[in-house]
């Protein structure tokens, strides 16, 4: 595959990357099956905590530069992209600070005797990650790694080959052992043979479902475990009791954040009848004036969308579902202008039996659905292949809170949207894929659980 830096604001292309050869992959994979094998991976948890704690210090000290490179491979806004390192830096020194205790021997009550689980390192780990937070996804697997003591090899996707390579430059420079976080430029396939390969022992992948499918298959075919955070069509919820205002403004900025190339974006919004005019006025007037333009210019809201793939993969979607009968009441077309720019988007009417209804919009779209009531509200978020985030927006938090519990997906956020902290558990459901990073949870997922038993006998 092509790894290459093609400005999507420019439409210019910046430099070309060359995949990495067999031979240098083979490289990278005995250097990090032997420093697992080592006192670096098996030994005292303190070196590779100091390493994230320095790792966290570096990502601080170079945050506007990589904020500058994001918004020069994918088009992120320059402020997204310091708020981007900023959770990353939180990540970095939360688990400095957190993954000795969540690594503790846990003890277990037993009539056998004295019983713990030992929580310990499985091997190298790879990493199969998306463009649209190109920090943030790969700090989500290597800085739970580093704790735990498993190497990680990293495919980063080919829109960002500069980020990758930057990343694997400042967890070295932290301290990390050379090769134990490495980036690698290789293709589908190259993914598929390392799989296969007995020095890897776990797959992480964020990206799309039928990316997902692959990787998870052919990790199970090999025996190995894997996870998965794949797409999402969250729901946006204004029970009638919101506050308007604060649910117009959370749901503009859920929409086009990262110009709504977000798997946790607010996609989907369900608004009671009762307060529906208001919402939708509102909603649309701050959809139509968000400020379009260079992502590095500071005023700028709503940055490019990734690449031309990107946009006409979107361009078609929107026309496909007003052909079907849905109408947009602003938007529905690409920008007249420089750049993969595609025009803030409200649909309305969609119903069932449209093929956007079951889809996700990577981009600046949003779908409204007008209900009657709360079991309206669950039927229509429930009624969806995916299960990724949501947020309620009610003047009544349990009212929320017992919508919350019984909405089918992985995150629900009550009046906020659908974030990322570095102690809350992140995944989901259906088609959204398995399995949880960050928090106490995410760093448990791959280590070996090691039951000892000592017999009271």
């Known amino acids: 595959m092509a790894y290459r830096t093609l400005n999507p604001f420019t439409e210019q292309l910046v430099e070309d990357y060359p995949e990495h050869t067999d031979d240098a992959v083979e490289a990278a994979l005995a250097k990090a099956d032997g420093l697992f094998h080592s006192d670096w991976s098996k030994g005292d948890i303190q070196p590779r905590l100091a390493v994230l704690k320095s790792l966290s210090g570096l990502l601080t000290e170079n945050r506007d530069d990589l904020a500058r490179t994001m918004a020069e491979e994918m088009g992120k806004p320059l402020a997204q992209g310091q708020g981007e390192i900023d959770l990353c830096a939180g990540i970095a020194a939360y688990y400095a600070e957190k993954a000795a205790d969540f690594l503790k021997p846990e003890k277990i009550d037993s009539e056998l005797g004295e019983a713990w689980v030992e929580f310990h390192p499985i091997g190298v780990l790879l990493a199969v990650e998306p463009w649209n937070f190109p920090i943030y996804q790969l700090i989500r697997v290597v800085a739970p790694a580093i704790a735990v003591g498993n190497p990680v090899l990293y495919k980063h996707a080919g829109i960002v080959p500069r980020c990758a390579a930057r990343f694997a430059e400042l967890v070295r420079e932290a301290g990390a052992p050379e090769g134990f976080v490495a980036n690698l430029y290789i293709s589908s396939d190259k993914v598929a043979e390392l799989i296969g390969d007995d020095r890897i022992q776990g797959v992480a992948l964020t990206g799309s479902e039928g990316a997902g499918a692959k990787v998870s298959a052919r990790a199970s075919e090999m025996l190995k475990k894997s996870t998965l955070e794949l797409g999402g069509s969250d729901v946006f919820v204004v029970l009638d009791d919101a506050d308007i205002e604060k649910a117009v403004a959370a749901g503009v900025e859920g929409r086009l954040s990262n110009a709504g190339q977000v798997c946790t974006g607010s996609k989907r919004f369900i608004v009671q009848k009762s307060v529906s005019d208001a919402f939708i006025t509102g909603f649309v007037e701050g959809m139509k004036s968000a400020v379009m333009g260079d992502p590095l210019d500071e005023a700028t809201v709503l940055g490019p969308l990734s690449s031309e793939d990107a946009l006409k993969t979107l361009t078609k979607q929107v026309e496909e579902a007003i052909q079907h009968g849905a109408k947009a009441l602003t938007g529905g077309k690409p920008a007249d202008r420089t750049g993969f720019f595609y025009e803030p988007t409200v649909l309305t009417d969609v119903a069932r039996n449209n093929p956007a209804f079951y889809q996700e919009f990577f981009g600046p779209v949003a779908q409204v659905f007008v209900v009657e009531d709360d079991d309206a509200v669950v039927a229509l978020a429930n009624d969806s292949h995916f299960g990724?985030?949501?947020?309620?927006?009610?003047?009544?938090?349990?009212?929320?809170?017992?919508?919350?519990?019984?909405?089918?997906?992985?995150?629900?956020?009550?009046?906020?949207?659908?974030t990322s902290m570095p102690e809350l558990p992140f995944g989901g459901v259906k088609r959204s894929g398995f399995g949880r990073e960050l928090g106490d949870v995410g760093i448990k997922e791959f280590v070996n659980r090691k039951l000892v038993v000592v017999s009271a006998d």
């Open 388 to 418: 990724l985030g949501g947020s309620i927006f009610s003047g009544d938090t349990d009212r929320a809170r017992k919508l919350a519990s019984r909405i089918e997906t992985g995150m629900v956020f009550i009046n906020t949207t659908t």
